[in-house]
Each structure stands twice: as C-alpha cells, then as structure tokens.
C-alpha cells in the first residue's frame, strides 16, 4: 500500500488513462478525487474506484476555466481537508474525422513507400481551436498546480505528475501541431516548477506517454484495414501499443515516496523514442 493516507487528484479521471491512474492509486491505498468535464461518466468510474475499498469524490470540472478549477479544490478541502497528490491527466486529444485522415494519411507516409507531401495541416488551423487545446493542455495543467501548490507549499511535502506524451519530444503527431506544442510546453513547465519547489519536498515530473491504447486509439484502429493496422505496430519496436494499466504503474511510482527524481520525462513509448 504505497499511497496508504494520501489523497490524490487525477483529473480527466473518469476514463481512458486518467482512469486507469485513478484505479491504480486506490489500490495502493490512496483516497481520490476524480475531475472530468464529462459529468456523464463520473458516476461509474466513482463505483468501480469505491469498489477498490477507497473513498472518492467525483467532480464535474473543465480545467481551462480558473473559477471550475478553484471549485474543484474547494470541494477536495471540504471533504478531504488536503491534497497530496495531482496527476494533470486532463487533456484535448486529436479526434475527429478529419484528424484519423490526418492520422492515417502520416502513418501512411511513414510505414509504405509512397511519395511524400505535405499533410497541410497548420496552413488551415483555426484560431479557435489552437486556444482550446491550449486553454486545456496547457492552462489546465498550469491552474491545477497553482492551487495544489498553495497546499502542498505549507505543509512541505506533495507530488504532482503531468502526463504528456511523446508528441511533446518527437514527431511522431506532426498531424496535429496543437498537441504537439502544448505537450512541449507541459514538459517545459514540469521542469521549471519542479526546481522551484524542490526546496519544499514536493516531487514533480511527467509521462511523457506514447502509443495508449485507450478507447479512442481502439476506436482509430478499427477503421484501418488489416495492413495499416500493421503498419501503426511497425512503427513500434516493440510491436504493441501500451495499456492504460502499464502507464498507470509508472503514475504510482511517481506518486510514491520510493524515488529521488525532480523534473524529470520518463517517457513509456515500447521502443518508439529512445
């Protein structure tokens, strides 16, 4: 029971990954509060967490706004009366029909010998949509620690993990420059807060996550024919995707007081940056 008496908030912790991290910190013992934007699917992830014997506490919240942030600690407060962990798991994803073509046309290029060509998609990105993935990734990330911090900072002891992923080191999403310029910047930022409070015994570092086969990487899969199925493997050395439950582990490790790492990217990827 590594997390035995601490409370940890994963936000984006009512599915995929974030769930998966939620699951594996009660486990070892941890209370937890979930935070999702969607309300709908709190309720059966708060069952299956509770199922583990641990308390949870699931909040409707969107990130990228400072007072659903400021709300959503008040509740952990009122109810647990501290905070000892923060996974800032919430995140915009690429999804959509137009990002699988984007998808599928990259992986295309990148695993069958045909000629290259521009994806031509930064030419044609909105405004709008590269604030929201900002507005998410990014100030979510930045709101969450803020007011963690002015927890853990008094009380000299905290750990904090932003999962970002490998589009924030490689290429491997150049159909997507939002995302991958927002997972830039969380890792960017992990490193500089994390020699900011180091001083106060509070631990930050990040995943930098690749290839999760999550239910919208399932769902992507699907669509591809046999041999561009392969084709994603083979971008792999190690020939699979990760689960949820393998990224989830490392989220524990973190969360522990089992290591000495301040501001580091550990980066679970099966092969694919090295």
Known sequence: MKLKGKVALITGGAQGLG????????????????????AKTLPGAQAEIEATGAHCLGVQCDVSSVESVAGLFKEIVSTFGTLDILANNAALVQAGE???QMRSKF?????TPVAKESLSVTKDFTD?????????NVHGAFYCTREALRIMEPRKCGKIINVA?????????????????????VLAFTR??????????????????GGVLTPPM????????????????????????GR???YASLAVYLASDEHYLVGQTISPNGGMIV
């Open 19 to 38: 769930k998966a991290i939620a699951l594996a910190m009660a486990k070892e013992g941890a209370d937890i509060v979930i935070a999702d934007v969607n």
């Open 98 to 100: 137009r990002n699988e």
């Open 107 to 111: 992986y295309r290029m990148m695993t």
């Open 128 to 136: 709008e949509e590269w604030h929201r993935y900002w507005g998410v």
């Open 165 to 185: 992923s490998i589009a924030g080191i490689g290429g491997f999403s150049a159909f997507h420059p939002a995302y991958c310029a927002t997972k830039g910047a």
């Open 192 to 209: 500089s807060v994390a020699i900011e409070v180091a001083g106060a015994n509070i631990f930050v570092n990040a995943i930098a996550a």
């Open 218 to 241: 399932e769902h992507f899969l699907a669509t591809l024919s046999e041999e561009a199925r392969a084709g994603v493997h083979q971008l792999i050395p190690l020939g699979r995707l």
């Open 244 to 246: 949820p439950e393998e």
